[in-house]
């Protein structure tokens, strides 16, 4: 059985994961001036990344009992192409504290599986980190 906890951070990476769908889809959308065209294509790419993680947290959320959450967290909008970047960079870091958190919790609660679900959705957001870090270079 699922401790509370472990559904509670189970429902915060999904609003995370809503929230950074909508905003790198945004960022896609919004991106303007000569460096856009390169960057448009990887929010994009990342942002429908980010909506599968949704579905995943979602999925095991349900098979444990809880209710998934329809909200997503604050979405950063706008700005300068940097600023987008830095504000997804952001993000990045978030989830990645937040998932580490779902690993600690996973153990606890002795749910390999979860556990696998969050290192495998921690790998992806490390990638995701490592790319908008070099964008900024």
Same mark, same amino acid.
């Given at each position: ?46 942002? %429908? =990344?980010?909506?599968?993680? $949704? *579905?995943?947290? +979602?999925?095991? !959320?349900?098979?444990? /009992? ?18 987008? %970047? =830095?504000?997804?960079?952001? $993000? *990045?870091?978030? +989830?990645?504290? !937040?998932?580490?958190? /779902? ?31 070099? !964008?900024?270079?």
């Amino acid at each position: 059985m699922a401790s509370e906890q472990l559904l509670e951070v189970l429902n915060q990476s999904i609003a995370r994961e809503l929230q950074v769908s909508i905003q790198y889809m945004w960022h896609h959308v919004m991106a303007v001036g000569i460096e856009a065209p390169a960057v448009r294509d990887i929010f994009k790419e990342i942002a %429908i =990344q980010e909506m599968k993680h $949704a *579905e995943q947290f +979602a999925e095991r !959320l349900d098979y444990l /009992g809880g209710v998934p959450t329809t909200k997503p967290s604050p979405i950063a909008e706008g700005g300068s192409l940097k600023q987008m %970047i =830095q504000d997804d960079l952001k $993000a *990045e870091d978030e +989830a990645i504290t !937040l998932y580490r958190e /779902g690993i600690r919790l996973s153990i606890e609660d002795q749910d390999p599986v979860t556990r696998l679900l969050f290192e495998e959705i921690l790998g992806a957001e490390e990638d995701h980190r490592k790319t908008f870090a070099d !964008l900024l270079k």
